[in-house]
């Protein structure tokens, strides 16, 4: 996030952006644009440091925005992005699905709050596990996530 991005979110002072904002505003524009038009969206999320990529993080925090995916209201929160199926491709060097790690995941939690915050709640998720763990491990990881694909849509 940087200052432009920021200021870029808001649609009513587009006439007074200077040129960074604008670019800025435009490209945000264009990513909210495709994610409220998408029905499903398959997201690649490599764990890193127990979470996301920066990237994807980048995507996220571009396509949170107040009154075209969610809304504050007297009732609370209301997501405005609801109906669509969010479908998570997840690597990851260790086990996190099972065994003392679990505690250590916090993608897949911050992935469904996230999207749950947007008013989108039917994700699923496909993990590969234990890239780092050795050439069975890994391998294995990857039957089991080619596995799961067939039964995740
Ligand atoms: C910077 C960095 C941080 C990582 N952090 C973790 C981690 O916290 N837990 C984990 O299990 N694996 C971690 N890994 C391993 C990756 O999750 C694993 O290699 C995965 O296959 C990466 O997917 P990719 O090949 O699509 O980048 C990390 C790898 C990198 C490069």
Redesign the pocket.
């Known amino acids: 996030m940087t200052g432009p991005i920021f200021a870029g979110f808001d649609g009513r002072w587009a006439g007074e952006f200077d040129a960074p904002t604008q670019q800025e505003h435009r490209l945000s524009e264009q990513l909210v644009s495709e994610f409220l038009a998408s029905t499903i969206l398959v997201i690649?999320a490599?764990?890193?440091?127990?979470s996301i990529s920066t990237q994807l993080k980048a995507w996220l925090d571009r396509i949170a925005q107040q009154g075209l995916t969610f809304n504050y209201t007297e009732r609370g929160t209301v997501g405005l992005a609801s109906g669509k199926c969010v479908i998570v491709v997840s690597?990851?060097?260790?086990f996190?699905s099972h065994g003392s790690m679990m505690p250590m995941d916090f993608q897949e939690p911050y992935l469904r709050g996230f999207f749950k915050f947007l008013g989108i709640t039917d994700l699923r998720f496909v993990r590969?596990e234990g890239?780092?763990k050795g050439e069975l491990e890994r391998s294995e990881g990857i039957r089991v996530a080619k596995a799961a694909l067939s039964r995740v849509y």
């Open positions: 690649g490599p764990m890193y440091n127990f690597a990851c060097g260790g996190y590969a890239a780092l």
